[in-house]
């Protein structure tokens, strides 16, 4: 990399630690550290949303899903809006009105104290593994892209977020986040206007949405039903809105944000603004993909595009079969090449005889060209049997250093790092609010001084900061692991979501009622997971949220009719 590309990477990144730092030099008290005072206006409170949910992976895998399997994942958001109303008119205000640091404390005064603990080591569960995981995902794909060690990359990530977040509490996570998001944004923008410019003359952006279209990359909505299928619109329209439900309503990563708000009012739009904004980013987001993906009809892409793989083939007896393969692979390209330029010239001319048999030569082609990469990924698997041969995550990324300007790579990488701190930022933050409210300060040490939890809560943080680094340096050898925690939101969100709505909206439901619900529901939900991943019981864990949700509702209403329990 360019040495200007590192002064703007590291100057970029480094910038916005200090400023985060700088900015909360003068925090003293907990409420400070945790809630900020509640001084926040609405567009920083929006932005800090949206950076809590946007990880690194999220600007890695992508554009490499658009690439692969077009604009399909963008249903997994069109709930986010209902979610999102849905929480400013019930959730938020209940929030206000009681003055809660997190979540849970409304769970005590609702049902009981078993209630609120159970709730929150939910949380700590999830989100202390996510938090290993936003420093551990994208450092594979960035030490490999760099060629750094795995354990110097998830350092540079993990020590930038620690120290900022633990001088400066909730208020640097959400100064920081609002700098972050602007990084972004400008690097979306900045790379799908370059990738247009590099395609080749007489294909210009009409041409390549058309081309998009015609391959089959803008296929955005899915009707089919199918429970397996994670991104359809009934998944995107039912599912997701549960597990968003949840995730910002009960989640205190994104409670926290809203909580910081100067008002009611601006923590509701602050909500809002994030779902009007989400969808179109992540829209843009995957249409850098396709733009990559028809970038790469012109222009030779690799047969597999982790190199580092491709790497530990040299020198082997699987070298010279894939020298075969990317032979096959070029003149696979170079007849593609000819057909794309066939279905250029076709669509100019309003020829649709001949837009259709160009289309149906480079489908065909295509089709070989997926198996070319296959047969690649089979070498490095020989070669390599633990190797992770799944490459969609490195096409962005491979673009980027391959094509992209002096200074725009320095720039995207730190959009890149940014995404990771934003959100290992604010895990870090709710884990440390959580572990000292709900868990330390309501049960272990009472009544004590504002600077003692203070103290104490900056160093939950380091705690959680050093866990999470544990994590992330030894992630790879906990490849079952790493699995779980993708889908561990939706194994633990939907009981959470029950017991807030329970408390919300059946106000004749007790605490023992909700607690034995929701213990019950936790494992039916751990017993699905496993007949899912055994192939017995075929049901994508988006699913896992409203049928999570609704157990417990049904359950505690149940329960509650018993006769024993009506008296509790």
């Known amino acids: 990399m360019n040495a200007i590309d590192w002064i703007v990477m590291l100057g970029t990144l480094l910038g916005i630690a200090a400023y985060g730092i700088y900015k909360t030099r003068n925090v003293r008290s907990v409420k400070s550290y945790l809630l900020g ?3 926040l206006p609405w567009w920083t409170i929006g932005l800090s949303i949206m950076a809590t949910q ?131 944004l400008s690097g979306l923008f900045l790379a799908a206007g370059i990738i247009i410019t590099k395609l080749p003359k007489g294909v210009g952006f009409g041409e390549a949405v058309n081309l998009a279209g015609n391959l089959g ?3 955005t909505i899915t009707f089919d039903f199918n429970l397996k299928d994670r991104y359809n619109i009934w998944s995107g329209m039912i599912a997701s809105v549960f597990l968003f439900l949840s995730y910002f309503g009960t989640d205190h990563s994104q409670v926290s944000r809203y909580l910081s708000g100067k008002s009611l009012t601006e923590s509701r739009l602050g ?60 003149a696979v390209f170079e007849q593609k090449e000819a057909a794309m330029a066939r279905m250029v010239a076709a669509s100019k001319n309003d020829n649709r005889s001949a837009m259709e048999a160009a289309r149906e030569e480079v489908k065909v082609l295509q089709e070989k060209d997926a198996a070319l990469r296959k047969f ?60 000292a409210i709900d868990i330390y300060k309501r049960n272990w040490v009472k009544g004590k001084s504002d600077i003692h939890y203070l103290r104490t809560s900056k160093l939950f943080t380091l705690m959680w900061g050093l866990l999470a680094l ?62 899912e991943r055994k192939d017995i019981l075929p049901i994508s864990f988006l699913w896992y949220n409203p049928v999570g949700c609704l157990l417990v509702m049904g359950m505690a209403t149940v329960f509650q009719a018993l006769p024993r329990a009506k008296a509790r």
């Not at 047969?303 to 070029?330: C, D, I």
């Not at 692991?481 to 106000?507: C, D, E, R």
Request: hydrophobic share 55%.
């Open 271 to 330: 909500l809002m603004f994030n779902g009007l904004l989400k969808i179109p980013m992540q829209f843009i987001v995957l249409f850098v993909g396709i733009l990559v993906f028809v970038f790469y009809q012109f222009n030779q892409p690799p047969v597999h595009f982790n190199e580092s793989n491709v790497a530990k083939l040299r020198g082997t007896a699987y070298e010279a079969p894939y020298e075969v393969l990317k032979l096959e692979h070029q």
């Open 54 to 184: 946007a990880s690194a992976i999220t600007f890695l895998s992508t554009p490499g899903q658009a690439y692969e399997d077009g604009m399909r994942f963008l249903q997994f958001y069109l709930g986010l809006p209902i979610a999102m109303v849905i929480l400013a008119i019930f959730v938020i205000p209940m929030y206000y009105r009681l003055n809660v640091f997190t979540p849970y404390e409304y769970l005590e005064n609702r049902f009981d104290l078993k209630t609120r603990i159970f709730t929150a080591i939910l949380f700590l569960v999830q989100r202390g593994l996510a938090a290993g995981l936003t420093i551990y995902a994208p450092s594979i794909v960035l030490s490999s892209i760099l060629g750094w060690s795995l354990n110097l990359t998830i350092l540079f990530i993990g020590v930038i977020v620690i120290i900022y977040t633990l001088t400066g509490g909730t208020t640097a996570v959400s100064m920081t986040q609002k700098q972050q998001m602007i990084v972004i």
């Open 470 to 531: 544990l994590f992330a340096a030894t992630a790879n050898l906990f490849d079952n692991l790493i699995q779980m925690v993708n889908i561990l939101g939706s194994l633990f969100y939907g009981t959470i979501l029950g017991v807030f709505l329970t408390a919300f909206f059946l106000p004749k439901v007790k605490g023992n009622a909700a607690f034995i619900a929701a213990a019950i529901t936790q494992v039916i939900i751990i017993v699905l997971f496993i007949l």
């Open 217 to 219: 990359k803008l296929n």
């Open 37 to 39: 005072d509640r001084q």
């Open 376 to 435: 690649a990924k089979i070498q490095v698997m020989r070669e390599s049997p633990a190797a992770k041969t799944k490459d969609t995550d490195y096409v962005f990324l491979s673009f980027v250093m391959k094509y992209m300007p002096v200074g725009v790579v320095g720039f995207l990488l730190a959009m890149i790092f940014a995404a990771g701190m934003s959100s290992t930022s604010s895990e870090l933050n709710a884990l440390t609010s959580v572990m």
